[in-house]
Every structure is written in C-alpha cells, then in structure tokens.
C-alpha cells in the first residue's frame, strides 16, 4: 500500500519523445521548391569506397546506343584508350592467326597469287577480321570496366530474336539489286563456271563470312561510332558525326579502287549506321552487312567471272552506285517499318545512384587496394 506524498520507482515502457521535424531543403535548381535533403554516405575507412550491388545498371539515366559508353564511370580518356588498345592487341592477334593461317596453307601446298577464291585463303582472310570480336569484348571490359554485351545492343547482349526478320528484310531489299549487278556475268557465257572447290568455298562462306561481317560491324558500329558519339555527347549530333566518320574509315579501309567504289562502301556505311539508330543495337547492321558479303561471294563462287578477288578490285559504275543506293535505302525503310511489330528496347536500364536515400538502400563498400 502507498499512501499519499509515498513515491514509487516507475516501471513501465521507455518514455518516448515525438521526433523532430524533418529537415526539409530547397531543391538545389528549383529553390520555390522544397525537398528532404539528400542523403549521403557515411565516411569510409581509408582504401574503401561506396559501389552499387552487382547487377546494378551502369547508367543514372537510360541511354540510346550510341551513348551507352558515357555510364556513371565515363570520363573522356576512356574511348582514346580503348582505340590505342584495340591497335595494338588487334595487330598481334592478326600477325599471330596469319602465321598460323600461312603454316597451314604452305603445308598444304598452297602457292601463287592471293586469290579470295581459293577457300584456304579465303578463311584465312576472314579469320583475321574475325579475331576483332573478343578484341572488341576485351576493350570494352578493360578501359571502360564494363560488361562486353554493351557492344551489342541496349540490353548488353545480342538480341538473336530479331535476326530472322532482318535477314528476310535484306534478303527482299538487296537481293534483287545483287542479281541485276551480276547480270553482265551471266550474259557472258565464256566466265560462267564454278570457281575451284566449289564446295569447300561455299562452306567456308557460309560459316565464316557472317562472322567475319560481325567483326566489322563491332569495330565501327560497336565501338567507333560509341567513341565518336561519347566524345560529342549530344545525341542527334554524335549520331551525325558517328555515321560520317566510321563510313568513312569503313570505305577507305576497304581500299576502293575509285570513286563511284568508295561511293559504295560509304553508302553501306552510312545504311549500317541508320538501322543501329533505328533499333538500338548492331543486329539489323550485322545482317545488312553478312547478306550482302555471303551473296556476293556466293555468287561469284557459283559463276565464277574473274572470282571475289577481281570482283573486289574491279571499278564500280555510277549505274551500280544508284542501285545499291536504292537497295540500301529500301532496306533501311523496312527496317523502321519492322520497329512496330519487333519493338526493338531503344533506351538503356538505368538507377540514378546520385540521390540515394537512407529508405532505398545504401550501397557496399568494397576495398579498391
């Protein structure tokens, strides 16, 4: 019993006190704005830093393809790097697969002129351009520390599901025009005759001609045009620029005989550019570019007519120009008419990791001695 004026020790819950008021703040670019502020990490012990989880995208903002380089990482030394990196591992792998590609060929017996149509010689060339991919990859893992399948599309990956489509819509759109160039060999009965080793020819241009336009399509598309691109960082423009300069660089590397040639090259250039800006990613130009190379050496394979290695030399008309001009045109057309039903992602995934808050989560530390 307690009685009046008799105290008591108090043993129920904890006191507990309202919270203070959250410190609201202007918002940093609207001040008639007000906002909670944002949060901050706490500081870190010496050779630790903050980092996302694994799987977090690379981007604060979703990006188009060709700006995919320019992540939360970006700075601009990166695709200089990159390029002078690509040189020089490029050159020891194309001088390392040619000594093994001339052992084999000198084994075998194989003498005289380079000649494309020969099928050793042929996947000796094409192995060459081949070894650019995992250059590409590395690349990319290396002076950007990023997944290599950003070289693909805005999924960083392949996206094998469109193939079939942009195969059919080259087929229909380049096909023709490839015919009708090849007309004049036809009419020619004295050069229509199956090159030598038809078969070993047509396999190795199967299985090995897709590949080696892949290549090409990494290194301009893939790469070139994403560094051009980053560089600029505005994205009509970038666009612009990245088109002229790979097609460019594209058509002389080629080593066009002549102008109406090189005319050639750069329109197929440019036509690989437009389709990766219309789709996000390199399949509708990895397709234009393997079409068009499996028809015209097939072909030529088929008909003979001097073989890939004159066909490749020979001077271009203005009348050949113009249709290729048009095939190429028609064959981006359907590709953008293809956008409604394939619905190709155009924009990258992105977490903006820039006004992280304490309810979303803090990010790992990780040691970077």
Same mark, same amino acid.
């Given at each position: 019993m307690t009685g009046p004026g008799s105290e008591e020790p108090y043993g129920g819950p904890p006191e507990t006190r309202r919270p203070a008021p959250y410190p609201w703040q202007p918002h940093p670019w609207q001040p008639s704005v007000w906002q909670p502020p944002v949060w901050a990490p706490p500081p870190l012990p010496p050779g630790m830093r903050w980092a996302p989880p694994p799987g977090t995208p690379p981007h604060d903002v979703?990006?188009?393809?060709?700006?995919?380089?320019? &992540?939360?990482?970006?700075?601009?030394?990166?695709?200089?790097?990159?390029?002078?990196?690509?040189?020089?591992?490029?050159?020891?792998?194309?001088?390392?697969?040619?000594?093994?590609?001339?052992?084999?060929?000198?084994?075998?017996?194989?003498?005289?002129?380079?000649?494309?149509?020969?099928?050793?010689?042929?996947?000796?060339?094409?192995?060459?351009?081949?070894?650019?991919?995992?250059?590409?990859?590395?690349?990319?893992?290396?002076?950007?520390?990023?997944?290599?399948?950003? &070289? &693909?599309?805005?999924?960083?990956?392949?996206?094998?599901r469109m193939l079939p489509t942009f195969t059919g819509l080259a087929l229909v759109a380049l096909g023709p025009v490839i015919c009708l160039a090849l007309l004049p060999v036809l009419l020619d009965a004295d050069v229509v005759e199956p090159v030598a080793g038809l078969g070993w020819f047509l396999a190795v241009v199967l299985l090995t001609t897709p590949l080696q336009s892949a290549a090409e399509e990494y290194l301009f598309r893939g790469y070139l045009s994403q560094a051009v691109a980053g560089w600029i960082r505005a994205p009509a423009a970038g666009a612009l620029v990245a088109a002229l300069v790979t097609a460019t660089v594209f058509s002389l590397l080629h080593l066009p005989p002549d102008l109406p040639t090189f005319v050639t090259r750069f329109a197929v250039g440019l036509a690989a550019s437009a389709v990766v800006w219309l789709t996000g990613g390199l399949e509708a130009a990895i397709v234009l570019h393997a079409v068009n190379n499996v028809l015209v050496l097939g072909l030529f394979g088929v008909l003979g007519g001097g073989g890939p290695t004159e066909a490749a030399t020979e001077a271009a008309s203005w009348t050949e120009v113009a249709l290729m001009t048009v095939a190429l045109s028609a064959y981006a057309l359907l590709v953008a008419r293809a956008r409604t039903t394939l619905r190709p992602e155009m924009r990258t995934a992105a977490l903006d990791l820039r006004t992280r808050r304490p309810w979303g989560g803090a990010t790992p530390a990780r040691s970077v001695g």
């Open positions: 979703p990006q188009p393809f060709l700006l995919a380089m320019r &992540s939360r990482d970006w700075a601009w030394w990166r695709p200089a790097v990159g390029l002078l990196l690509f040189a020089v591992v490029y050159a020891v792998a194309v001088v390392v697969s040619l000594l093994f590609g001339v052992v084999g060929l000198l084994a075998k017996g194989t003498r005289g002129d380079v000649d494309v149509s020969d099928p050793g010689i042929l996947l000796l060339t094409n192995v060459a351009t081949i070894v650019a991919i995992p250059v590409v990859w590395m690349v990319w893992a290396v002076a950007h520390g990023m997944r290599i399948g950003w &070289s &693909s599309s805005v999924l960083a990956r392949l996206r094998w």
